[in-house]
């Protein structure tokens, strides 16, 4: 008897539990709290854009150069997460601070786009298709240097030739720079960007 | 004359003048009129009403603080969506010219 109220009770659970599945986002790591990091860097960046709010943040672009490119390529983007962090000296933070990052993106579902390790540094760049749900695709980089690291994880529908061509559009004049090879770190941004709005952090 | 016989004199019916009504009123008119009393239902809907203003100014008040509240976090999150689509712009360059040498070095 009791075995057939158990069975009923998941029965009737189940169609309650698939809203929950079917918001879930696939393209949507689960970053670490760095919180104990922020107060050992010299510069950290910590944004955490989801649809709404990427929604709300689009229209302060229109007036920018590359506001109306900015929309386009933001177009089944359904949010931007990024965790920056820089510290004056190298060996602050482990790679043990990230190996749960890189855990999950060995998960199946997403694809190893390049990689490049060096002494100095460790970048890998993934991709995970959206299948039905658009909010399942999505793009992570993480970078990483003796001195510094980089996330960037976008979730939803990324075309990355249209968001590698906003490079420079903006006029921001200076950021923290790293990674494949690229130029040389500009000087560290004078004025970071506002913190990210109160919220729970991933 | 008798106790009672001095009670029944004192309090005999005695019926007033002709000119009685017409003295009275005449007094009545001499008489200083009084200001006629404050109007109080106007006083209290004034009262009312600067409440119900009272009430809509704060009200009013607590509409333009959120929307301005609103605004600056709406500014701050378009701040981040520039700086992390510069970021992001920014690392995929680098990437793309990493893998385009990479290509170069293999193809020479």
Known sequence: ?202 | MSLEDRLRHALRRVEPDDDFAARVLARLDAAPRRAPPAYRPASQWALAASVLMAIFMAAGAGVVVQQQRERVRSEAAGRQLVYALELTSRELGNIHQHIGRRAEESGS
């Open chain 1, 1 to 202: 008897m009791k075995v057939r109220h158990m069975l009923a009770a998941l029965a009737l659970a189940a169609p309650l539990a698939m809203p929950l599945t079917a918001f879930a986002q696939a393209g949507r790591l689960q970053l670490p709290d760095f919180s104990g990091l922020a107060g050992k860097a010299k510069e950290s960046v910590d944004i955490s854009l989801d649809g709404s709010m990427l929604q709300t943040a689009s229209q302060f672009m229109g007036g920018t150069e590359g506001g109306a490119a900015a929309k386009d390529a933001l177009q089944g983007v359904e949010g931007i997460y990024i965790r920056v962090f820089e510290f004056d000296k190298p060996n602050v933070y482990s790679q043990a601070d990230l190996a749960g990052v890189r855990h999950q993106l060995e998960a199946p579902g997403w694809k190893k786009l390049m990689s490049v390790q060096s002494k100095e540094e460790h970048v890998d760049m993934f991709m995970r298709d959206r299948g039905r749900n658009p909010a399942d695709g999505g793009v992570a980089i993480v970078i990483s240097e003796p001195s510094q690291f980089v996330i960037v994880n976008i979730v939803g529908n990324v075309d990355l030739e249209k968001l590698r061509q906003l490079q420079g559009k903006f006029g921001v004049p200076a950021m923290p720079s790293m990674g494949a090879g690229g130029a040389s770190p500009p000087p560290a941004p004078s004025a970071p960007p506002a913190p990210p709005p109160p919220g729970p952090r991933t």
